[in-house]
């Protein structure tokens, strides 16, 4: 009795290792095809090409801020730029966040500094905003 639960946790690793990678995968994306959608003064705005789905009008993707200075987060850590984790509901016109990465250095790479993760709350898209951008080059 006691091989055959040995046997069935060292099958179970494989699945649960493979379970993680695939979160892992899908939390940051490793080649991404940055696309350029608003530069401003102190930031340049990227959404990341490949969508992770879209259905139904409703995109999810990866979009990265490369800040022109860096940034001090609550807990006094610099950040240089910052990855996020967006869906938007084109139909509707609104955008939420459910993770935001920051890193020591541009286009999301150096020593991640913060992770923060929340649970996905659309909100409407604000004219003139830096949405307002992403949602007109998204939802064409």
Not at 9 to 14: C, D, E, G, L, Y
Not at 56 to 78: C, H, I, M, Y
Request: proline share 4%; hydrophobic share 35%; aromatic share 8%.
């Amino acid at each position: 009795m006691k091989a055959e639960k040995k046997m069935s946790s060292k099958r179970s690793w494989p699945v649960l290792f493979a379970a993680a990678a695939m979160a892992v995968a899908t939390a940051v994306p490793a080649n991404a095809a940055w696309v350029s959608y608003q530069k401003r003064t102190d930031a340049d705005e990227l959404y990341d090409s490949a969508f992770l789905s879209n259905e139904q009008g409703r995109v999810k993707l990866w979009t990265l801020t490369n800040f022109d200075k860096p940034l001090t987060s609550l807990e006094a850590k610099e950040y240089a730029s910052e990855k996020t984790l967006t869906t938007i509901d084109c139909p509707s016109r609104k955008v939420g966040a459910e993770q935001v990465i920051r890193y020591t250095c541009r286009d999301g790479k150096g020593e991640v500094v913060g992770d923060m993760q929340t649970p996905l709350r659309l909100t409407a898209v604000r004219k003139g905003s830096t949405d307002e951008e992403l949602v007109g080059k998204i939802c064409k």
